[in-house]
C-alpha cells in the first residue's frame, strides 16, 4: 500500500494561487473518481475540503477547487489567506483489496 | 451536528493490547461506514480500518491485518479498534471518521496510542 506522492512543501504569498499535486497509479488515482482533499492545522484533526475528485463539501469556500487527469489529482488554492498555511493531504480509493491510500501530505506556507 | 469522539488511547508496552472506543452522534448511524485513520508523531495520514454500517464487511491495512479487530455496536452508536500484539510503529494518535460520500467526512478529535518500553 504505497502511499500517493505530493510534494513535501509548497509556498505561497496572500493573494497568490497554489497547486498541490497527487499522483497515484493505474490502480488508485487513475481507476476511480473517489479522490479526496483534506486540511491538518497543527495539532488539529484533518477536516474534509474535497470529494469525488472535485466536489466541495457545504462550508469550504469556493478558493478551493480540484480535478484530475489521469494519475495524477490536483487541489489548487486561489487567493490564498493566512489561514490556507496548513497541511494537505490527498486520498485515493485504491480498490477492495487496498481500499483507501494517503498522501504523504504538503505543508503549505503562506508567506 | 455530527459528532465523533474517541477515547481508550495510552501507554502500552510492545506485544500489549488497546481498545479504542469511539462514540458518534447527529446522524443515522447505521446508515454508515465508519473508519480509523492513524498518524504516527510527526508522519502523514494512514488509513487502517473500516466496517459497512451494518458491521457485515471490515476491510484492513495490510500491517495490522490479524492484530486489529474494528467492530461496531450499532444500539450503542459506537465503533471500536481492538489492537492487539502491539509495536513500537503502531504508536499514533487515531483518529476515528464517518465516512461520506467515498470520502473520510467527519473526524474526531483523536486519541493517542504510545507503545513503548
Known sequence: ?111 | EVQVLESGGGLVQPGGSLRLSCAASGFSFSSYWMTWVRQAPGKGLEWVANIKGDGSEENYMDSVKGRFTISRDNAKNSVYLQMTTLRVEDTAVYYCARDWNWSVGNWGQGTLAIVSS
Open chain 1, 1 to 111: 500500500q504505497s502511499a500517493l506522492t505530493q510534494p513535501r512543501s509548497m509556498s505561497g504569498s496572500p493573494g497568490q494561487s497554489v497547486t498541490i499535486s497527487c499522483t497515484g497509479t493505474s490502480s488508485d488515482v487513475g481507476a476511480y473518481n473517489y479522490v479526496s482533499w483534506y486540511q491538518q492545522h497543527p495539532g488539529k484533526a484533518p477536516k474534509l475540503m474535497i470529494y469525488y475528485v472535485s466536489q466541495r463539501p457545504s462550508g469550504v469556500p469556493d478558493r478551493f477547487s480540484a480535478s484530475k487527469s489521469g494519475n495524477t489529482a490536483s487541489l489548487t488554492i486561489s487567493g490564498l489567506q493566512a489561514e490556507d498555511e496548513a497541511d494537505y493531504y490527498c486520498c485515493s480509493y485504491a480498490g477492495r483489496y487496498t481500499n483507501w491510500v494517503f498522501g504523504g501530505g504538503t505543508k503549505l506556507t503562506v508567506l
